[in-house]
């Protein structure tokens, strides 16, 4: 149950930091270029902070930018710090879990995980990648909810 709680920290954390860019800037998130030097700066930090930066250097070229780093950090199964790693680990895990006790978090976790899965960055992108963290950390939380009734709450 540890690594359940790893997961869902890791996940949270991930969405958490990706969007206190947007909580930082406030309106001026969309207005900071990723071609300038503070846009540079800021996404580099972030990659830092997540210990992706050389994962990023690995998969793309270039500096890094709104794009690259959500699908990233969203998307990308192979890289661990990433949403989709986290929701398939958490998927992988509770699916292993003998009983029916588990049943809401096993689904949540499994429809999480084929939300990532399918969806593309450019999806995440046009509802608008605040929105759609808020949206995502909403449903991480729901996801740790049912874990805790399901598996550590007395019966």
């Not at 690259?68 to 969203?74: A, D, G, P, Y």
């Not at 608008?128 to 949206?135: Q, R, S, V, Y």
């Amino acid at each position: 149950f540890i690594r359940l709680g790893t997961f869902i920290e890791r996940a949270d954390n991930t969405l958490r930091l990706l969007d206190a860019r947007y909580e930082m800037l406030g309106e001026e998130a969309e207005e900071v270029s990723d071609t300038s030097a503070r846009g540079f700066y800021q996404w580099s930090a972030l990659l830092r902070a997540l210990s992706s930066f050389e994962a990023y250097t690995e998969v793309y070229r270039g500096s890094p930018g709104t794009r690259q780093v959500s699908e990233l950090l969203l998307l990308r199964a192979d890289v661990p710090r990433s949403l989709r790693a986290c929701m398939e680990e958490l998927d992988h895990i509770l699916a292993s879990l003998p009983g029916d006790n588990g049943r809401p978090a096993q689904r949540l976790a499994a429809e999480l995980d084929a939300r990532l899965r399918y969806t593309a960055i450019d999806e995440i992108l046009a509802e608008g990648l605040h929105t759609w963290l808020t949206d995502f950390i909403l449903m991480v939380r729901q996801l740790a909810r049912a874990i805790h009734s399901s598996y550590l709450e007395a019966v």
